[in-house]
C-alpha cells in the first residue's frame, strides 16, 4: 500500500497544482469583473438640446373593436381627455418631445389597421398645446402583417398612410417598425423610397436594429454599420432597439450600449438623419431574450453616457423609451438622475 501511495503522490500533487490555478484564475477573473467599471455610473449626462422619444400602447387610438377583442383594456382609461392631456404633460416635463402610439399590425393587404379619428384629433389636441409631435408605430411582423416582398403589399401600405396623413395632417410622420429584419434587406429600403413621397415632408421614422455583437449572434435583429447608414440615408430618423441581447451580466450589457452608441454615431455620421437611442423599460423576465436585472434604464443610461463621452454627438438627437406602460416612478427617478435637467423642469 505505501509503494502505491508514493506513486500516486505526484499525480495528487499535480492535480492540487491545476486545482488551485484554475482557483487562481477564477478569483483573478471575479476580481476583474468587480473592478471593471464600462460605464459611467455617476455622471449625469448634457441634455441641452435633447428631443426624446417614447412608444405608446395601442389604446390611444384603438377603435371600438380593439377594446370588445381586448376588454381588460379599459377604454375610459384611453378616452378621457383628461387622462390625455394628464399623459402629455407629464410626458412634457420629462423632456418627450416625440411621441410613437401603437398603430400596428398592418393588415395583410397593406392596410393599417382600425382606429378611431375623433381619437387620434382629440389626441393631437393635447399634443399641440405640449409641444409633442406624434408619429404613429405602424408595421407588423415580417412576411405575416409586414409583407414588405410583396409589391402589391407595399402600395396598399403606402396609399393608407397617405390617407392617415390626409385625414390627420397634424400627425408628424409615421415610424416604421418590422420585425425581426435582417441585416441588407433591399425591400424594407425600397418601401422607405415609396413612402418618402407619400409622407411629402414629414418625418420618416424607423424603428432600427443595433450592429452585430458577439455577444448576440442572431443577423435578423441586427444591422451592419453599412445597412443602418443606407437606412439613415432614406430616412429621416432612426429609433435604435437597443436590447433584447439576452446579455446574462449588466457590465456586458453596459460595455455594449457603450461600444453601440460609438458605432451608431459613426454609422450615420454625415446623414441628415435624426439618431435616436431606444432603452429598455420593461419587464419581460421570462422570455429568455431579456433580462431586467440586466438591460434597464439604469445601465442603458450608463452605457451610453460612456459612449457619448467625448463624442460630438452629431446626428445623436435623444433617447426612446420602451414602453409608456412599464414606465414607474422608480423608472422615471433613474431617468431624472441621469438627465437631470428633466428633473429642474418639472
Known amino acids: 500500500m505505501e509503494c502505491k501511495f508514493f506513486k500516486l503522490k505526484p499525480f495528487l500533487l499535480s492535480c492540487g497544482r491545476i486545482a488551485g490555478m484554475v482557483m487562481a484564475i477564477v478569483l483573478c477573473a471575479w476580481g476583474g469583473y468587480w473592478l471593471w467599471s464600462p460605464g459611467m455610473n455617476s455622471l449625469p449626462m448634457e441634455t441641452r438640446d435633447l428631443k426624446n422619444g417614447i412608444w405608446l400602447g395601442h389604446g390611444w387610438f384603438a377603435d371600438d373593436a380593439y377594446f370588445r377583442r381586448n376588454p381588460d383594456r379599459k377604454a375610459a382609461r384611453f378616452r378621457n381627455p383628461a387622462a390625455v392631456r394628464k399623459l402629455l404633460r407629464e410626458l412634457k416635463s420629462r423632456q418627450i418631445h416625440y411621441v410613437y402610439p401603437h398603430m400596428c399590425p398592418a393588415q395583410p393587404d397593406g392596410s393599417l389597421p382600425g382606429h378611431d379619428p375623433s381619437r387620434i384629433a382629440a389626441f393631437l389636441d393635447a399634443a399641440d398645446e405640449f409641444g409633442i409631435q406624434v408619429i404613429p408605430w405602424i408595421g407588423g411582423v415580417l412576411d405575416e402583417s409586414a409583407r414588405i416582398h410583396d409589391p402589391a403589399w407595399r402600395k396598399r401600405f403606402c396609399i393608407s398612410v397617405g390617407d392617415l396623413l390626409a385625414a390627420h395632417p397634424r400627425l408628424a410622420g409615421v415610424q416604421v417598425n418590422v420585425e425581426p429584419l435582417p441585416d441588407g434587406d433591399a425591400a424594407f429600403l425600397q418601401l422607405l423610397a415609396e413612402l418618402k413621397p407619400v409622407l411629402a415632408g414629414k418625418i420618416l421614422s424607423v424603428a432600427a436594429y443595433p450592429p452585430p455583437t458577439r455577444w448576440h449572434p442572431f443577423p435578423n435583429v441586427h444591422w451592419s454599420p453599412e ?60 422570455t429568455g431574450y431579456h433580462n431586467p436585472a440586466v438591460e434597464n434604464l439604469r445601465s442603458a443610461l450608463s452605457g451610453c453616457a460612456a459612449g457619448l463621452a467625448g463624442e460630438t454627438k452629431k446626428s445623436f438627437t435623444g433617447f426612446a423609451i420602451y414602453c409608456e406602460w412599464e414606465m414607474t416612478p422608480e423608472k422615471w427617478s433613474v431617468w431624472n438622475k441621469y438627465l437631470p435637467d428633466h428633473a429642474n423642469q418639472q
Not at 435604435?240 to 457590465?251: F, I, N, S
Not at 450589457?253 to 457603450?258: K, T, W
Not at 435624426?274 to 419587464?283: N, V
Open 227 to 286: 445597412y443602418l447608414r443606407q437606412t439613415a440615408v432614406h430616412a429621416d430618423q432612426l429609433c435604435v432597439m437597443m436590447y433584447d441581447t439576452a446579455l446574462r451580466y449588466e457590465k456586458f450589457y453596459i460595455a455594449l450600449m457603450r461600444s453601440w452608441t460609438r458605432e451608431q454615431i459613426n454609422a450615420v455620421s454625415g446623414t441628415r438623419c435624426e439618431l435616436l437611442f431606444g432603452l429598455p423599460a420593461y419587464d419581460d423576465a421570462d
